[in-house]
C-alpha cells in the first residue's frame, strides 16, 4: 500500500471532525483505498475493510500498537503492546452464499458488509439492530420445509441456530471482529477486549494531525513559508528545522 499524503491525510482528519462511527471509517477506508468508490467501498464485507485499516495504520504510524483496557474483574488499567502485522488477515473467498443446517432449520446467508453495518448502527436500540442485520443479511430460511419471512428471523431462529450463524460468519470473516483476551497483572483475572481499528487509526490520526499542524504553524512563524511548502518537506526534515527554531 503506498501512504497517502499529509496532505490527503490532513484533509480526511477534518472532514471527519463532523462525522462520527460508520462515517469516520468510511473516510478512513477512501484513505486506504484512494480512488475506490462509495458504493464498491460500501458494499465489501466488514473484515476487508478491517483488513484495509491495519493496513493503512500500519503504513502510516508502523507495526507496534500500545493497547488500553480496563480489567472485567477489578477495573484496573492495563496498557500493552501488540504487533500490528498479527491483524487483519482476510478469510478465504467464498462464492455464494453461506449455509447453516440446525434441526428443522435450513438458513442462507450472506456475510455482512460494511453498510449492513452502517445500517445496523443506526438503529434505535440493540434488538432492532440486531434484527436489522439478521434481514438483510439472510438470503433464504427454511423451517421445516416452508420459508421463514426474513425480518421475522431475529425472533424466530432458536439460540442453537443463531450460534451457529455466528460462528459461521465468524470463520468465513475472522477479520471482522478483533477480540484480545487480556490477563489484568494486578489480579491475574481474564478480560475479553474488542479492538477497533477504526476507533483507534482515528485516534492516532487525530494526535498525527493536531502536532502537525503546531508544526505549521511553529515553521510558517518562523520561516514565512505556506502550509504547502511545510507539508512538502519530509518529517525529518521538519523536524530539523523545529529544533533549529527551538536553538533560536
Known sequence: MTPTGPAELLATWEAGLAQH????????????????????????????????????????????????????????AMEFDLDATAFGARGPGRDGPLRVTEGEWV?????PTVADLAAA??????????????????????RDGAAAPPERLAELLPV??????????????????????????????ATAAELDISSYLWAELDTWARDLLLDVHLLATAYGWSEPEILALSPLRRRYYLELCADV
Open 160 to 189: 442453537g441456530v443463531q450460534r451457529r450463524l455466528a460462528e459461521a460468519a465468524a470463520e468465513a470473516d475472522p477479520a471482522a471482529e478483533v477480540t484480545l483476551n487480556v490477563s489484568c497483572p494486578e489480579c491475574g483475572g
Open 121 to 142: 448502527g443506526a438503529a434505535a436500540d440493540v434488538a432492532e439492530a440486531r434484527r436489522l442485520l439478521v434481514a438483510r443479511c439472510t438470503v433464504s430460511a427454511v
Open 107 to 111: 438458513v442462507e446467508f450472506r456475510l
Open 21 to 76: 462511527g460508520s462515517g469516520r471509517s468510511l473516510l478512513l477506508h477512501r484513505a486506504a483505498r484512494p480512488g475506490a468508490a462509495t458504493d464498491t467501498l460500501l458494499s465489501l464485507p466488514v473484515g476487508e475493510r478491517e483488513a484495509d485499516l491495519f493496513a493503512l495504520r500500519r503504513a502510516l504510524f508502523g507495526e507496534r500498537m500500545q493497547v488500553r483496557a480496563e480489567c472485567g474483574a477489578c477495573g484496573a
